[in-house]
Every structure is written in C-alpha cells, then in structure tokens.
C-alpha cells in the first residue's frame, strides 16, 4: 500500500521552531519529487518548498525563504522540512507530496496540480 504520512506538527509559539517528516512507504522516494504544500483556512493550498529526486534543485516560496529548509534521507525514504523563525502567518495544515520521475531528474514545482500523490496533512499552529 503506498501512502505518505506527515508528522511534527502542533503548536508552537512565533519565533519557535518545527521538523514535518514526511515518511513513505511501499515505494522508494529516489524516484519522486517532492513538494510541501500548506493550506490555511479560507485560503488556497500554496507551494512552501520542493526538491527534486537528484537533490540538485530546491525551491522555496518568498514568504518562507530564510527560514524554512527542505531536506531528505533516503536511508529513511523521508523528506523533512525544517521550519525555524515560525511567524502567526505560517499556521496551516501542511502536506507533502510526491511526483513521480527519474532519479537524476533536476524536476521540482511550487505548484499543487504537478503532483501525483499526497499525504493527509499535519496542523501547524505558531500562536502565544
């Protein structure tokens, strides 16, 4: 069964820090791209970071460059996004998601509608 879970999120106050994991199984990770997505409510799912299957190429949204960093482990076919510096602005769900393509490919989109396959999502609240 494929699947992709997210996990790390919660509550944490601005100026604090989180790592979302995103763990797959039953299948390898070399040959995806994968993206983090967030949605807050009333708003529209927004790109946050990707990096491609050959980890030559990363993209981050404006509002989050500087502060949030994406990263894998394909020992542990996971992909983690390291979010420090959180604001009140940056709460929503997360999601990460996967597209499927060649392991040398430099492929990484900030768009939702690129992505074949996506996890359930974990709350981030940044609140005092």
């Known amino acids: 069964q494929l699947q992709l879970v997210e996990s790390g999120g919660g509550l944490v106050q601005p100026g604090g820090s989180l790592r979302l994991s995103c763990a797959a199984s039953g299948f390898t990770l070399d040959y995806s791209a994968i993206g983090w997505f967030r949605q807050a409510p009333g708003k529209e799912r927004e790109g946050v970071s990707c990096i491609s299957s050959s980890e030559g190429s990363t993209y981050y949204a404006d509002s989050v460059k500087g502060r949030f960093t994406i990263s894998r482990d394909k020992a542990k076919n996971t992909v983690y996004l390291q979010m420090n510096s959180l604001k009140p602005e940056d709460t929503a769900v997360y999601y990460c998601?996967?597209?499927?393509?060649?392991?040398?490919?430099?492929?990484?989109?900030?768009?939702?509608?690129?992505?074949?396959?996506w996890g359930q999502g974990t709350q981030v609240t940044v609140s005092s």
């Open positions: 998601a996967i597209k499927r393509v060649v392991p040398t490919s430099y492929y990484c989109s900030g768009y939702a509608d690129r992505y074949d396959f």
